[in-house]
């Protein structure tokens, strides 16, 4: 069942939203090579304890997770794509680093996710990451109200295919509130048209996750969280929660 939220739900979650956003933006600083991904973790964390926040992260278990996810952010490095856990792997020049991150305040969840290199880039990975930001901004471009779920997904996939990145099947966006996920589902990849009609007061996650060798395989790594692209490539994945309102698409995790 998709919930749609009042305006002031709305501005309720944009102050969880913002939390994200100062901690993407204080772990992107942190960020270099040398620093360790629980130091990352560590900088996260003292944000949002600073804000008053708790981690929809820390302990999350869906049915398919061997362990409870033991840190505030995932940290999915160069083949990684998405659900890395924080280790002692300390980065690398070079390395492409995607860090999502959660806050709950107030009883509401944000979620978003950044994509960056550290060090000397190399061109693919620069151009990896800038398709997966246009990827993102077209999906929020088709977040408004009289489009359809189909519209988001079919945008973000065309950035994607258009560019010939792969597209891991069956993991994308969803819906936020209360709860980290909620309905509906907001696919990567899909036709226009189709779908749950878009209305005022559905808020997203919208997630682009593209797989730089072009190919759509993944596994998981052993530590059951990890999802890995099967050609070694590497990956990236960047995520803001979006609220649909009458007067366009509102970001409620800007940094
Ligand atoms: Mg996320
Ligand atoms: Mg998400």
Redo the contacts with the bound molecule.
Sequence with gaps: MVELKTDSSIDAMHAAGRVVGQALTAVRKAAGVGVSLLELDEVAHEVLREAGAGSPFLGYRPASAPVPFPAVV?TSVNEAIVHGIPGRYRLRDGDLVSV???AELAGWVG???ISFIVGRPRPADVRLVETAERALAAGIEAAVVGNRIGDIAHAIGTVCRTAGYGIPEGWGGHGVGRRMHEDPSVPNEGRPGRGLPLRHGMVL?I?PMLIGGGGDGYHAAPDGWTLRTDDGSRAAHV?HTVAITTAGPRILTER
């Design positions: 995932c999502d991150c959660g979620d978003s996710a996650a997630e995520e």
